[in-house]
């Protein structure tokens, strides 16, 4: 199943003259194909469409699934430069890839596998309240240091479990919500960009550097007012990467950011608060959804897990479509507890 | 005048045998450019002619410039081993008889990064040269040597072939 953003009803639109569309075909489809950027962005496209009349209620989906051989054929056709420029080199897919921007960032950075488990372990911890996470056990440092490897410095618990899942939500205008009695975020601001940094020769950062400024004014917040933060986090270092180009710190500060927070929902930095992809799986198509869908749970107070104390507002940021050597998707949005 | 062949031995028939694979040999149309390059023992990439950017993987329009002539033409094959990996596991069946594997992202001095398999004596961090070698599968890869090659390795087979 691909990502689905499905315009529910339409308003007017006037078509050939002063025509409308009829009330039964108030059907719009819209596919937004960027991978873990895709929540974000569809939340994007579903936002413009209500502001400027085009629809009324948006329902953004995205599922999968998986059947047997299903996760190579995904890979070895991933992208044209996928299969080009890197499925032939061994076909360790993404975890090939991001082993080398991980090896790449630790000898940039002097990022330890220590900094990585940390975050792998608080992703576990927070996962352990949700029911239907696929990892179920806590995760220690010595289990984590000692795990098969999977590519060189990648090993097994840095990597994501492809599994079978959907997730959802609905942009409309907060009137119609509240006379429908849903409960409601509020959008403070949102960013996205596509093939940032072409010329680096690994990627170290994401195109969210260059909008970061543009986010934080929009939204009125500064990274120390919100309460959690939701990351893409295919890769541990792909969360670091993020909290250093999201303004939570300095370039290269990662790996002291990590070890100077618990990261957990009860302590400092709450992050990835539904144990993340890490811990919950990654339900393909659905992977773009999942932080921004329980960033949504935690704001309206309905998380699935255990709750973020106080929460009202929480940065979700979203990253995708990695070519043959780098992710070139970077979106993020910040997102508040309706008044 | 010559040795008789040697009988093979018995396989263990509770042994599994090991079944003749590939790589997986599809490639763009454009690639097979670097399939053509690799027969005829070149180094060559795409090379725009209107702004002579260098370019992989190959692509039908320049990057930089958007123009459509992009010819393959004969590069400096020089660059920077700037990351390593070793493969444990691979999903392609072919690679998963032949773990570990190692690849790595070298950075041409001619402009584009590349991700290549790696001769065992590729180092990280140091100079590599390129070659463009068919694989199993009869389609080009990227293979990263040292720079210098020394006497002794001569005697090596060297390819992936």
């Known amino acids: 199943m691909d990502l689905q953003c499905r315009v529910l009803r339409w308003g007017r639109i006037p078509q050939w003259g002063s025509r409308s569309i009829s009330a039964s075909r108030r059907d719009g489809l819209i596919n937004i194909p960027f991978g873990g950027a895709s929540g974000i962005v569809a939340m994007r496209r579903a936002a413009r469409a209500v502001q400027a009349g085009d629809a009324n209620i948006v329902a953004c989906v995205a599922g999968d699934t998986n059947h047997v051989d299903s996760f190579r054929k995904m890979l070895s056709t991933f992208s044209r430069f996928a299969q080009d420029a890197v499925y032939p080199y061994g076909s360790g897919g993404a975890n090939a890839s991001f082993a080398l921007i991980t090896k790449n960032y630790m000898n940039s950075y002097g990022a330890k596998r220590e900094d990585f488990a940390k975050i792998c372990i608080a992703q576990r911890d927070d996962a352990l309240s949700i029911p239907h996470a696929m990892m179920k056990k806590r995760l220690t440092l010595d289990e984590y240091m000692s795990a098969r490897p999977i590519a060189d410095p990648i090993h097994l618990f840095d990597c994501v479990m492809p599994c079978a899942g959907a997730e959802a939500f609905i942009v409309c205008r907060e009137d119609i919500a509240k006379s429908l009695n849903l409960p409601s975020v509020r959008i403070l601001s949102t960013i996205e960009r596509h093939n940032a940094f072409p010329n680096d020769p690994l990627q170290v950062r994401g195109g969210w550097e260059l909008d970061i400024g543009e986010l934080w004014s929009m939204s009125g917040l500064k990274p120390k007012d919100v309460d959690f933060v939701e990351t893409y986090d295919d890769y541990p270092v792909i969360s670091m990467m993020q909290f250093e180009d999201l303004g939570f710190c300095a370039k290269g500060e990662g790996p002291e950011f990590v070890r100077s927070h618990t990261l957990t929902n009860d302590g400092t930095f709450p992050h990835n608060t539904s144990g993340g992809q890490l811990s919950v799986g990654q339900a393909g198509r659905g992977r773009g959804l999942l932080g921004l869908v329980e960033a949504m749970r935690q704001l309206t107070s309905q998380p699935l897990g255990s709750q973020v104390p106080n929460a009202s507002a929480c940065l979700v940021s979203g990253f995708g479509m990695i070519n043959y050597d780098r992710g070139l998707s970077s979106c993020a949005a910040v997102l508040a507890r309706a008044a | ?161």
């Not at chain 2, 692509?59 to 444990?88: M, Q």
């Not at chain 2, 199993?136 to 090659?149: D, F, H, I, Y």
Request: proline content about 9%; aromatic content about 4%.
């Open chain 2, 1 to 161: 005048m010559t040795e008789p062949l040697a009988r093979p031995k018995r396989k263990d028939p509770l042994k599994r045998t090991r079944l003749p694979l590939r790589p997986q040999d599809v490639r763009s149309r454009t690639a097979h450019g670097l399939t053509a390059a690799a027969a005829e023992g070149r180094f060559a990439l795409q090379v725009c002619l209107d702004c002579n950017t260098v370019i992989y993987p190959p692509r039908d329009a320049c990057p930089s410039c958007l123009s459509a002539r992009l010819p393959f033409r004969d590069v400096a094959r020089g660059g920077t081993l700037i990351a390593e990996t070793t493969l444990r596991t691979s999903t392609e069946p072919y690679f998963r008889e032949r773990t570990p594997w190692r690849v790595g992202t070298v950075k041409l001095d001619a402009g584009p990064v590349v991700v290549a398999h790696l001769h065992g004596d590729a180092v990280e961090g140091e100079r590599v040269r390129l070659e463009l070698k068919l694989d199993k599968s009869g389609s080009a890869v990227a293979m990263a040597l040292p720079e210098r090659t020394p006497r002794t390795w001569l005697m090596i087979r060297i390819c992936v072939r």
